[in-house]
């Protein structure tokens, strides 16, 4: 059975940092593409960014919102995915979802999510 | 404001059908797959129907999708009042290079 088990929010000052955790398990995670997705609270889903599977290159994706300010990791011998956000802005506050994603963009696994909230 | 338009709701009675409609340009929806997804109150989002009109596992028949041109729809058949929930059609958007999602439907069976 697939799992994606995130960990690592909670309550941050703007400006201040905090790192995501996904541990995951049930299927070979080093040949999986990974995505993190948020959600602000009342709101639609919105993409974070992507990191492709080794084979596929191994390389990142980051929505405009985020670019430069959020990096995605992985650990493959961990099976585990890291988002590091810094400089966080109240805008950020979200619940953030680590999802598989297919090579045509369908996110087919996903965690139970994790909330992030950004207030002074 | 989002890079897909989706009808903020829409509702029909138990049994009927109804389609939700997903439209976006030839950046994204014209030329990349589309995917739907399903979302209850408090819990996280669920595939439903990937590359335009393949249903993912375990979902049943009365789920469909389709893509004409710049546009995407999904079609629920024999409608439940268990299928009341948050539909999100989600696609690549090549010009941009991110993915995209619409702005979500509640769907209301009445």
């Known amino acids: 059975e697939v799992q994606l088990v995130e960990s690592g929010g909670g309550l941050v000052k703007p400006g201040g940092s905090l790192r995501l955790s996904c541990a995951s398990s049930g299927f070979t995670f080093s040949d999986a593409w990974m995505s993190w997705v948020r959600q602000a609270p009342g709101k639609g889903l919105e993409w974070v960014g992507r990191?492709?599977?080794?084979?596929?290159?191994?390389?990142?994706d980051y929505a405009a919102p985020v670019k430069g300010r959020f990096t995605i990791s992985r650990d493959d011998s961990r099976n585990t995915l890291h988002l590091q956000m810094n400089s966080l802005k109240t805008d950020d506050t979200a619940v953030y979802y680590c999802?598989?994603?297919?090579?045509?963009?369908?996110?087919?696994?996903w965690g139970q999510g994790t909330l992030v909230t950004v207030s002074s | 404001q989002s890079v897909l338009t989706q009808p903020p709701s829409v509702s029909a009675a138990p049994g009927q059908k109804v389609t939700i409609s997903c439209s976006g340009s030839t950046s994204n929806i014209g030329n990349n797959y589309v995917s739907w997804y399903q979302q209850f109150p408090g819990t996280a989002p669920k595939l439903l129907i990937y590359d335009n009109n393949r249903r993912y596992s375990g979902i049943p028949d009365r789920f469909s999708g389709s893509k004409s041109g710049t546009s995407g729809t999904l079609g629920i058949t024999e409608l439940q009042t268990g299928d009341e929930a948050d539909y999100y059609c989600g696609t690549w958007d090549s010009s941009l290079s991110v993915v995209v999602f619409g702005g979500g439907t509640k769907l209301t069976v009445l």
């Open positions: 999802t598989t994603v297919t090579w045509a963009s369908a996110f087919d696994y």
């Open positions: 990191f492709k599977s080794k084979a596929a290159g191994g390389t990142t």
